[in-house]
């Protein structure tokens, strides 16, 4: 069973910093892409950056210079680093990873997500 388990999140004033820590549990192979995204009351969820395996990453415009994304692939966990919050930036932050398992010398791959957690930024 393959768990993916956040920490992190909380309230801030806007301008302030939180980061956010998502680790892979449980058995696989390994762990291809990673990513976070996010949810606010009444929107869809949106992608918010993803790394690859080998570290390259991708953000969305809107957190672009403010947020970083990295993974340490020895423990098998993606982290946010979000500077300059703003109050828009308030929403339920899930973590994404693709998840590479082997079956009968066969290798399947799966999407996991972590349980969100809040992240709620002050005016």
């Known amino acids: 069973q393959v768990q993916l388990v956040e920490s992190g999140g909380g309230t801030v004033q806007a301008g302030g910093s939180l980061s956010l820590s998502c680790a892979v549990s449980g058995r696989f192979t390994s762990v291809d892409g990673m990513g976070w995204y996010r949810q606010a009351p009444g929107k869809q969820r949106e992608l918010v950056a993803s790394i690859s395996r080998g570290g390259s990453a991708n953000y969305a415009d809107f957190v672009k210079g403010r947020f970083t994304i990295s993974r340490d692939n020895t423990v098998n966990t993606v982290y946010l680093q979000m500077n300059s919050l703003k109050p828009e930036d308030t929403a339920v932050y899930y973590c994404?990873?693709?998840?590479?398992?082997?079956?009968?010398?066969?290798?399947?791959?799966?999407?996991?997500w972590g349980q969100g957690t809040q992240v709620t930024v002050s005016s």
């Open positions: 994404n990873a693709r998840i590479v398992s082997t079956i009968i010398a066969r290798e399947f791959e799966r999407d996991y």
